[in-house]
């Protein structure tokens, strides 16, 4: 089959010879969790200082921690979460406050140990290079526009991501 | 665990990321590393017990060169010679 036209893929092969294939890391963010948020940005954000490639596609769920208004406030869940903060039975992790309780106890955890805010690793990954990809499909079914988004994501299907995925050594899925 | 310094070693920059944990140290040696030029050597303190394995994981993936590390009872001191990376 020939066409007229070549599609450029994203990681065309690199044009300098000089310059040596980075290594790259694809992972997927499909949990929009306070405490799920933080393991792709942690891993995109270290993947980059080891002079990687990296890129997090955030789909279903995790599309909200690239969600202006609501990445800031990510929960932990107080229900069925036998390893969260707040140790409680689901009858009681029902109860209203339970999930504010649990947050509150997770931030406090994160700030004592001066870890970065949700928001701080976006800035710091960002900074790094990391691509982040935006679901299309999720944004679709969800309800979310590119105006809800913050700056600088590559609103993408998932050929575009895979495209991205298929020249990676390594992918994650969270 | 201790790989002596160069006694002549010449030290470019220090970095101290005492208290901070993984990724921190990680991502900070990076931007330091990023202002210095190749062949300069970064003294880098951390007290992550993880820096232990971490710092030369990274010094390998960026082509730097770890020319040495003392464990000092829960501080870590590195010496990282940057490569030809970023």
């Given at each position: 089959?020939?066409?007229?036209?070549?599609?450029?893929?994203?990681?065309?092969?690199?044009?300098?010879?000089?310059?040596?294939?980075?290594?790259?890391?694809?992972?997927?963010?499909?949990?929009?969790?306070?405490?799920?948020?933080y393991p792709p940005?942690i891993l995109?954000?270290?993947?980059?200082?080891?002079?990687?490639?990296?890129?997090?596609?955030?789909?279903?769920?995790?599309?909200?921690?690239?969600?202006?208004?609501?990445?800031?406030?990510?929960?932990?869940?107080?229900?069925?979460?036998?390893?969260?903060?707040?140790?409680?039975?689901?009858?009681?992790?029902?109860?209203?406050?339970?999930?504010?309780?649990?947050?509150?106890?997770?931030?406090?955890?994160?700030?004592?140990?001066?870890?970065?805010?949700?928001?701080?690793?976006?800035?710091?990954?960002?900074?790094?290079?990391?691509?982040?990809?935006?679901?299309?499909?999720?944004?679709?079914?969800?309800?979310?526009?590119?105006?809800?988004?913050?700056?600088?994501?590559?609103?993408?299907?998932?050929?575009?991501?895979?495209?991205?995925?298929?020249?990676?050594?390594?992918?994650?899925?969270v | 665990?201790?790989?002596?310094?160069?006694?002549?070693?010449?030290?470019?920059?220090?970095?101290?990321?005492?208290?901070?944990?993984?990724?921190?140290?990680?991502?900070?040696?990076?931007?330091?590393?990023?202002?210095?030029?190749?062949?300069?050597?970064?003294?880098?303190?951390?007290?992550?017990?993880?820096?232990?394995?971490?710092?030369?994981?990274?010094?390998?993936?960026?082509?730097?060169?770890?020319?040495?590390?003392?464990?000092?009872?829960?501080?870590?001191?590195?010496?990282?010679?940057?490569?030809?990376?970023?």
């Amino acid at each position: 089959m020939t066409t007229a036209h070549s599609l450029t893929a994203v990681d065309a092969a690199p044009g300098a010879e000089s310059e040596p294939r980075r290594k790259r890391i694809a992972l997927v963010a499909s949990k929009g969790t306070l405490d799920q948020a933080y393991p792709p940005l942690i891993l995109a954000t270290t993947a980059a200082s080891l002079g990687w490639e990296a890129g997090i596609y955030f789909t279903f769920y995790g599309l909200d921690i690239l969600h202006e208004e609501r990445l800031a406030k990510l929960k932990v869940a107080s229900l069925a979460n036998p390893s969260g903060p707040v140790q409680l039975p689901n009858l009681l992790g029902a109860l209203p406050g339970a999930t504010a309780a649990a947050t509150k106890v997770m931030r406090k955890w994160m700030s004592d140990a001066k870890m970065p805010t949700v928001p701080e690793f976006i800035e710091m990954a960002q900074g790094l290079g990391v691509r982040f990809f935006a679901c299309a499909t999720t944004m679709g079914v969800m309800g979310v526009e590119e105006s809800d988004l913050i700056q600088g994501c590559d609103i993408a299907g998932a050929a575009a991501f895979l495209d991205f995925a298929a020249e990676s050594d390594v992918q994650l899925f969270v | 665990m201790t790989q002596p310094a160069p006694t002549d070693l010449k030290v470019a920059d220090t970095l101290d990321c005492s208290g901070l944990l993984c990724p921190l140290p990680v991502y900070k040696t990076a931007l330091a590393l990023g202002t210095l030029s190749p062949g300069d050597v970064l003294e880098l303190i951390c007290t992550d017990p993880g820096s232990l394995e971490d710092i030369p994981a990274m010094a390998r993936q960026r082509g730097d060169t770890l020319v040495g590390l003392e464990d000092r009872k829960g501080t870590q001191i590195f010496w990282i010679e940057k490569g030809r990376s970023t």
